[in-house]
């Protein structure tokens, strides 16, 4: 399953999903989406009739990027799938580039996730100001510094996970509900004895629409970083 968390993505999703089915036509897509003003469940919709085996998920109760991926790996877990795909919906992740992701993992089953990395050799940022980088580079830096994770890319969302691990660590414990799940993950990962990989992707800034990793978010996800620093010494 390839899971994909949106909230005001009606120029992008289209030629996403399009995008997803070319590069994995056997997968299941599924469309998480925090009830977008701007139709963008209504271009699912429409799709749906053309991609059978494309869902949607409307949310009008909740919001924020972790309580969504965790939403849409719910799913997977419940229907026994063993990995669970996801990428930014937003076009800045390749879909083309999930397959090696999803080689890797079956290749290795001791690995907890695969992570399509901007930071390993290889690995690019296209398009990004000065600022988008050193934000970026710091929260990395934080990740891997004071949390103690194994790996260059802890912010990025495309990775393909081993539902058996998700189950293992249990979804309910997770506590973010905005960008920082993307870091309790990989430390929930790591302190039950999880591994890791890291394969190099290209990222490419967005060309419509606009990023919901605002300043104040970003704040709010180093808060809860340093909240997990915490916990894991005590």
Known sequence: MIGICT???SD????LIRRLFQALPEAVVLVVDDNSPDGTADVVRRLQAEFDRLELVVRTDARGLGSAIVRAMREAVDRGLPLFLNLDADLSHDPSELPQ??????????LDVVIGSRYVDGGKIVGWPLRRRLMSKFVNRFATGVLGLPVKDCSGS???????ALQRIGLDSLQCTG???LEELLVKFNRSGGKMAELP???VEREHGH???SLAEAVRSIGFMMR?????RR
């Open 101 to 110: 992701l999803l080689d890797r993992a079956i290749a290795d089953p001791s």
């Open 201 to 203: 992707i290209t990222f």
């Open 12 to 15: 992008n999703i289209e030629n």
């Open 228 to 232: 997990l620093a915490v916990q894991s």
């Open 179 to 181: 960008y920082a799940v």
């Open 158 to 164: 495309m990775r393909c996970y081993r539902t058996a």
């Open 211 to 213: 990023s919901k990793l």
């Open 7 to 9: 909230y005001q993505e």
